[in-house]
């Protein structure tokens, strides 16, 4: 097995980054490559971790990369974590820069995001 599978689709009106696995120094720019390769103009990018295993601060620094790249493609980045991604995400204070959502159906609606730590169960 891959340490880490990376999926790129539409759905919902949306383009989906499934991502599954381990998610550090030595995957992240495959992440990076794919939240890019996700992006089209005015189209929502979700990235759904909720299968990450691991995830350290490189994974992070890819999200928020592609977040900040928001504004250029008309909307910013939603973030569907696993546990491991939110604990990076609440221990690091950056869920107030990202759209986090509990699950899947919730970022590909829209909506407001859960702008606190611990959005996972």
């Given at each position: 097995?891959?340490?880490?599978?990376?999926?790129?689709?539409?759905?919902?009106?949306?383009?989906?980054?499934?991502?599954a696995g381990e998610v550090d120094m030595s995957t992240c720019a495959q992440l990076a490559a794919a939240l890019e390769r996700g992006r089209e103009p005015g189209v929502p990018l979700v990235a759904d971790l909720a299968d990450v295993e691991f995830f350290d601060a490189s994974g992070l620094r890819a999200l928020l990369a592609a977040n900040d790249g928001g504004p250029r493609w008309g909307s910013p980045l939603r973030v569907v974590p696993s546990r491991a991604v939110d604990l990076v995400i609440e221990v690091s204070g950056a869920w107030h820069l990202l759209a986090v959502f509990p699950d899947r159906r919730r970022a590909l609606e829209g909506g407001p995001a859960v702008r606190r730590p611990s959005a996972v169960s």
């Open positions: 097995m891959q340490r880490l599978q990376i999926a790129v689709s539409s759905q919902g009106g949306c383009q989906v980054v499934d991502v």
